[in-house]
């Protein structure tokens, strides 16, 4: 019972070519986010929302465009792919707590 | 200057050595701060929240000084499979550091 999953687990894909990541979220939290976590393992936040709607937006480039049809989902799709968005990509979801749940990540790779 | 800053280390010290991180924040209206581990290829996991108060799990201690801005993880008796990342984050947007490298060497 994986509390954050996501898929794909692994992309590898051509620049250019536009994807997206899922994500869903069985623990009733309000609030998720997206991280990326490039090649120096430094995370950091792109966005977040609170039951559907977006609350932080950390100057990541419009082709990352995250959608959350419900407070349980949050993808993200990714336009017209570069190789510096080669990076793991993590979903996650807060508690009420303030704590922090990840998914597993997307290993997305640009070639 | 970055909202969250750690020494990226790496760190590494013999089994059984007892290690200490720090991590800084520049954000004095944050309230909640935690440690996290990765492992590699893995995803963060809750190590610890850390309170004014301190708080303690087996060997693990962490402390929140909020005077200095800084908190700060201690490790005792350490583990071969303590050997990891360990991220610190806090913060209304939950932003976390570059994390600091633990190798523990038989």
């Not at chain 1, 508690?95 to 640009?110: A, C, Q, R």
């Not at chain 2, 050595?17 to 209206?29: D, G, H, I, L, R």
């Amino acid at each position: 019972d994986t509390a954050v999953s996501q898929t794909p687990k692994y992309l590898v894909t051509q620049m250019g070519n536009d994807k997206s990541i899922k994500c869903e979220q069985n623990l009733g939290h309000d609030t998720m986010y997206w991280y990326k976590q490039d090649s120096k393992k430094f995370l950091k936040i792109m966005f977040s929302y609170n039951n559907k709607e977006l609350i932080i937006n950390e100057t990541v480039p419009n082709r990352f465009s995250p959608k959350s049809p419900d407070k349980a989902h949050l993808n993200l799709h990714i336009n017209s792919l570069e190789l510096g968005d080669s990076a793991v990509y993590f979903c996650a979801s807060r508690d009420g707590g303030n704590t922090i749940y990840f998914g597993e990540g997307s290993w997305l790779t640009v070639v | 200057r970055k909202e969250v800053e750690q020494d990226p280390g790496p760190f590494n010290v013999p089994e059984g050595a007892t290690v200490a991180f720090n991590c800084t924040y520049s954000n004095s209206a944050s309230q909640s701060f935690f440690w996290y581990r990765q492992d590699c290829r893995k995803e963060p996991k809750l190590l610890m929240s850390v309170y004014s108060s301190g708080n303690e799990d087996g060997r693990f201690t962490a402390q929140l000084n909020r005077a200095s801005q800084y908190i700060s993880l201690l490790i005792r008796d350490s583990k071969l499979s303590d050997s990891a990342t360990y991220l610190c984050g806090g913060g209304f947007k939950t932003i976390f550091g570059a994390g600091t490298r633990l190798f523990v060497k038989a």
